[in-house]
């Protein structure tokens, strides 16, 4: 089963599947499958919203898993698994749908991996939530058809996707039709968009720090009318800027500063800055009435100044800053992203900056800085490897913490790698030296063998003079595209299994013949991180290395695994 959520940076676009909780209230009373579906068919029920308006509640999504069970009712049918894509769209090719993708894979192999509920087709309150694509027609299509059953059920009604009755033509043209819509929606938005902006009308899109959002009762657009409460420290920012104060500087700056009731200063979503979203909002030109299209501030064609737009924005005479200020600004930044196209003037320094590049390092992400930050919390930012230049090159390449609200913590890569290394080999040689890889088959197999000895028999049929080609044309093609798709999946089992298998079978020779990712792979396995904590005081920064001042957490997964295999556990989480 798949779950695209990470507690530590909610979001409201997720993925995830899990079996349906009815069935799995059964279960944990000892129950089982066969009992609770006495009968009826088993199906899964697919969700999915487009933009969740509200909190990342996915209470859409849960509205339509109630529907679908209860219309599955209606057919004999019981929902078994739920899969579902919040705020994820359906009608852009380039956006990936994980649980649509792994609900195709479980009908085609006619049940869900980890658990084996069978799985005989899906049911969505309208067939625009599974497909809207032709490509996601035809795979779910092909699913339902390897099924043997080809069960799918859109609100009440049960269609046929199966059976070339007509219904097949019907689904793939209402598919390529809304598919030719969507296109048709978006240019219309962009040329909107487009002619807005040449306009100087105000710009959509979510809520900006600075702004109000939009109020239909006020008649207020988004973006429109300044916020009293952030606008300030909008300006603040620019201005420190300007002034060449450093991102991390106004960083740690903004998230230390409390408004009057004693509040932090959150960005529009409502959470701490960063030194990208300070980036973001002291780069765009908004602040001061401009706006960039086609990678050019847009310009009033009769007197080729600027032109600014419909929104409120900063009073150079008020706010101190305006459209120099910004072009002051943009002369010192260099990523790309921060200038939205627009073209940036190269420079002999610049030319010469883009020369060097920092390499990678082996314990970078797996390092965190231990020092108590500006916020008087635990900073646990990774540290990040680094390369030792000037006066400071003949100590060698050095670990940092970045973090705008910290501080930082700093080490010299060489003494760090060469402890942390031992310390991992140690344990592997310890938990996995003969150990022998174990694999998991992958489910397809038989069904990929049948797919291909069926295309054989039919294609040897073609050559004996037993069938005409046109009559078996498309048959082939969709026996084709069959095994080209359980064949990619096949691949992907077996890079999954590969994975998995890392440490097994572990030697120091492994580890010698290893690239850099996989030993950062490795590394990943067995550590979820190390701690490195500042020098103290009187010690001062030329010190010696002191490794008791790194403190390492190992995976408590695979200390559960090696206790059950009667093996010792790794050393303890605060042992350096």
């Given at each position: 089963?798949?779950?695209?959520?990470?507690?530590?940076?909610?979001?409201k676009?997720?993925?995830?599947?899990?079996?349906?909780?009815?069935?799995?209230?059964?279960l944990?009373?000892?129950g089982?499958?066969?009992?609770?579906?006495?009968?009826?068919?088993?199906?899964?029920?697919?969700?999915?919203?487009?933009?969740?308006?509200?909190?990342?509640?996915?209470?859409?999504?849960?509205?339509?898993?109630?529907?679908?069970?209860?219309?599955?009712?209606?057919?004999?049918?019981?929902?078994?698994?739920?899969?579902?894509?919040?705020?994820?769209?359906?009608?852009?090719?380039e956006?990936?749908?994980?649980?649509?993708?792994?609900m195709?894979?479980?009908?085609?192999?006619?049940?869900?991996?980890?658990?084996?509920?069978?799985?005989?087709?899906?049911?969505?309150?309208?067939?625009?939530?599974?497909?809207?694509?032709?490509?996601?027609?035809?795979?779910?299509?092909d699913?339902l058809?390897?099924?043997?059953?080809?069960?799918?059920?859109?609100?009440?009604?049960?269609?046929?996707?199966?059976?070339?009755d007509?219904?097949?033509?019907?689904?793939?043209?209402?598919?390529?039709?809304?598919?030719?819509?969507?296109?048709?929606?978006?240019k219309?938005?962009?040329?909107?968009a487009?002619d807005?902006?040449?306009?100087?009308?105000?710009?959509?899109?979510?809520?900006?720090f600075?702004?109000?959002?939009?109020?239909?009762?006020e008649?207020?657009?988004?973006?429109?009318?300044?916020n009293?409460?952030?606008?300030?420290?909008?300006?603040?920012?620019?201005?420190?800027?300007a002034?060449g104060?450093?991102?991390?500087?106004?960083?740690?700056?903004?998230?230390?500063?409390?408004?009057?009731?004693?509040?932090?200063?959150?960005t529009?979503?409502?959470?701490?800055?960063?030194?990208?979203g300070?980036?973001?909002?002291?780069?765009n030109?908004?602040?001061?009435?401009?706006?960039?299209?086609?990678?050019?501030?847009?310009?009033?064609?009769?007197?080729?100044?600027?032109?600014?737009?419909?929104?409120?924005?900063?009073?150079?005479e008020?706010?101190?800053?305006?459209?120099?200020?910004?072009?002051?600004?943009?002369?010192?930044?260099?990523?790309?992203?921060?200038?939205?196209?627009?073209?940036?003037?190269?420079?002999?320094?610049?030319?010469?900056?883009?020369?060097?590049?920092?390499?990678?390092?082996?314990?970078?992400?797996?390092?965190?800085?231990?020092?108590?930050?500006?916020?008087?919390?635990?900073?646990?930012?990774?540290?990040?490897?680094?390369?030792?230049?000037?006066?400071?090159?003949?100590?060698?390449?050095?670990?940092?913490?970045?973090?705008?609200?910290?501080?930082?913590v700093?080490?010299?890569?060489?003494?760090?790698?060469?402890?942390?290394?031992?310390?991992v080999?140690a344990?592997?040689?310890?938990?996995?030296?003969?150990?022998?890889?174990?694999?998991?088959?992958?489910?397809?197999?038989?069904?990929?063998?049948?797919l291909?000895?069926?295309?054989?028999?039919?294609?040897d049929?073609?050559?004996?003079?037993?069938?005409?080609?046109?009559?078996?044309?498309?048959?082939?093609?969709?026996?084709?595209?069959?095994i080209?798709?359980?064949e990619?999946?096949?691949?992907e089992?077996?890079?999954?299994?590969?994975?998995?298998?890392?440490?097994?079978?572990?030697?120091?020779?492994?580890?010698k013949?290893?690239?850099?990712?996989?030993?950062?792979?490795?590394?990943?396995?067995?550590?979820?991180s190390?701690?490195?904590?500042?020098?103290?005081?009187e010690?001062?920064d030329?010190?010696?290395?002191d490794?008791?001042?790194?403190?390492?957490?190992?995976?408590?997964?695979?200390?559960?695994?090696?206790?059950?295999?009667?093996?010792?556990?790794p050393?303890?989480?605060?042992v350096?």
């Amino acid at each position: 089963m798949i779950d695209t959520r990470n507690p530590a940076r909610p979001t409201k676009t997720f993925s995830r599947s899990y079996v349906a909780p009815e069935l799995q209230a059964h279960l944990d009373q000892g129950g089982t499958v066969e009992e609770w579906l006495a009968g009826r068919t088993p199906i899964a029920s697919m969700a999915r919203i487009s933009a969740d308006r509200l909190k990342g509640d996915a209470i859409g999504i849960g509205r339509q898993h109630k529907n679908n069970a209860r219309n599955a009712a209606l057919h004999n049918c019981a929902v078994v698994m739920c899969y579902e894509d919040n705020n994820v769209t359906a009608a852009k090719r380039e956006v990936i749908r994980p649980a649509f993708l792994q609900m195709v894979k479980d009908i085609t192999h006619g049940y869900e991996d980890e658990t084996g509920i069978p799985l005989k087709g899906c049911i969505a309150v309208e067939r625009e939530r599974v497909y809207r694509l032709p490509r996601d027609f035809i795979a779910l299509q092909d699913a339902l058809v390897l099924n043997g059953t080809g069960t799918f059920i859109e609100d009440k009604t049960a269609l046929n996707l199966v059976d070339d009755d007509g219904t097949i033509i019907a689904g793939l043209v209402t598919s390529g039709t809304g598919e030719a819509e969507v296109r048709k929606i978006r240019k219309r938005t962009q040329r909107n968009a487009k002619d807005r902006a040449e306009e100087g009308g105000v710009p959509g899109g979510p809520r900006r720090f600075g702004w109000l959002g939009a109020e239909k009762r006020e008649g207020r657009l988004g973006n429109e009318k300044t916020n009293p409460a952030e606008w300030p420290y909008l300006i603040h920012m620019i201005k420190k800027r300007a002034d060449g104060r450093s991102w991390r500087h106004i960083t740690g700056w903004i998230n230390r500063e409390k408004d009057g009731s004693g509040n932090p200063i959150l960005t529009a979503r409502g959470g701490k800055w960063s030194e990208q979203g300070v980036k973001g909002a002291v780069t765009n030109p908004a602040w001061w009435g401009g706006r960039i299209l086609d990678g050019e501030i847009i310009k009033d064609p009769d007197t080729g100044e600027p032109k600014l737009g419909k929104w409120e924005y900063a009073d150079p005479e008020v706010d101190q800053v305006g459209y120099e200020t910004w072009k002051q600004i943009m002369a010192g930044v260099d990523a790309n992203r921060l200038h939205r196209g627009m073209v940036k003037p190269h420079t002999s320094e610049t030319a010469e900056g883009d020369t060097t590049r920092v390499g990678k390092y082996l314990f970078s992400g797996t390092l965190r800085c231990g020092r108590i930050n500006d916020l008087d919390e635990v900073c646990y930012s990774k540290l990040s490897g680094n390369k030792a230049t000037g006066k400071n090159a003949k100590y060698g390449d050095y670990y940092r913490c970045g973090d705008a609200n910290c501080k930082g913590v700093g080490r010299r890569v060489a003494p760090v790698d060469k402890y942390l290394e031992e310390l991992v080999l140690a344990y592997l040689d310890k938990h996995f030296s003969g150990t022998k890889p174990r694999t998991t088959p992958w489910r397809g197999t038989s069904k990929l063998a049948g797919l291909v000895i069926q295309r054989k028999k039919i294609k040897d049929s073609v050559s004996n003079g037993e069938a005409d080609w046109d009559d078996v044309h498309d048959m082939i093609a969709r026996l084709n595209r069959n095994i080209k798709t359980l064949e990619a999946e096949e691949q992907e089992h077996l890079r999954t299994e590969s994975k998995r298998n890392l440490l097994r079978g572990w030697s120091r020779e492994k580890w010698k013949k290893m690239e850099l990712d996989e030993k950062k792979e490795v590394i990943s396995q067995v550590l979820t991180s190390v701690v490195v904590l500042p020098v103290p005081q009187e010690r001062g920064d030329k010190a010696p290395f002191d490794p008791n001042l790194l403190k390492v957490s190992w995976r408590k997964d695979k200390q559960a695994r090696t206790q059950s295999q009667g093996q010792e556990s790794p050393p303890k989480s605060d042992v350096a």
